[in-house]
């Protein structure tokens, strides 16, 4: 199983991104699929999560501002990140627990980062 970020990159303050992230490979079904960041020197955090029934969780820090989403057929996650901070500057981290093909336990499994700069 793999999963594969895209999205990051570089915007002011106040603009948006919208991040990605699709799990491929011989998936039987995810539970939980999270976006995670981490900013140089500090621990990484949860940022925002989806159920496979579609109940989300954010940290307070983003409240308002991002919205997850994801598409089951596709295997893939979605945050819209809006009015961007430069405190929101980090490397973002998908996750999900992924059950496959063949195997009885769910297993987490991570994405590369991709790096978020907000910055004017």
């Known amino acids: 199983v793999q999963l594969q970020a895209s999205g990051g990159g570089l915007v002011q303050p106040g603009g948006s991104l919208r991040l990605s992230c699709a799990a491929s490979g011989s998936i039987f079904s995810i539970n939980d699929m999270d976006w995670y960041r981490q900013a140089p020197g500090k621990q990484r955090e949860l940022v925002a999560a989806i159920t496979s029934g579609g109940s989300t969780n954010y940290a307070d820090s983003v409240k308002g501002r991002f919205t997850i989403s994801r598409d089951n057929a596709k295997n893939t996650v979605y945050p819209q990140m809006n009015s961007l901070k430069p405190e929101d500057t980090a490397d973002y981290y998908c996750?999900?627990?992924?059950?496959?093909?063949?195997?009885?336990?769910?297993?987490?499994?991570w994405g590369q980062g991709t790096q978020v700069t907000v910055s004017s």
């Open positions: 996750h999900a627990a992924v059950l496959q093909l063949e195997e009885i336990d769910f297993r987490d499994y």
